[in-house]
């Protein structure tokens, strides 16, 4: 699974096509909820699962992209508005966040 391109579509909006002809919209909130850092998601160290901090009152640059680079030829690395850019979204973990009406479907029918 490879992407082939990432471009905004509207406002709120990326759309996403991949290498297999799939293609499908993922909104910037749907994205930066699903960010995979270890301070959005946690991590376990040793055996210690360490939780994220409590988040405070968001940002309103929290959903505002400002750029995507691409790491290696596995995944995406974005920046917001709110500086945060630490997460990197696998081509996996990104195309689980199509939301597509194919895709849909399929993720309510599990």
């Given amino acids: ?7 905004r579509s509207g406002k709120d909006l990326v759309h996403l096509t991949w290498a297999d002809g799939h293609e ?3 909104s910037l909130r ?5 960010c ?12 210690h ?6 988040e405070g009152e968001p940002s309103s640059l929290k ?3 400002h750029g995507a680079s691409t790491v290696g030829s596995y995944a995406l690395q974005l ?13 996996e973990h990104l195309r689980s966040l199509c939301e597509c009406p194919e895709c849909l479907t399929a993720r309510s029918a599990r």
């Fill in 30 to 34: 749907t994205l930066r909820d699903a």
């Fill in 63 to 65: 959903y505002l992209l």
């Fill in 36 to 47: 995979p850092c270890a301070g959005c998601r946690g991590e376990t160290v040793l055996l």
């Fill in 24 to 26: 499908g919209p993922v």
């Fill in 79 to 91: 920046e917001w508005g709110d500086g945060h850019n630490t997460g990197i979204y696998t081509w």
């Fill in 49 to 54: 699962h360490y939780a994220p901090a409590p």
């Fill in 1 to 7: 699974m490879h992407l082939k391109s990432f471009k």
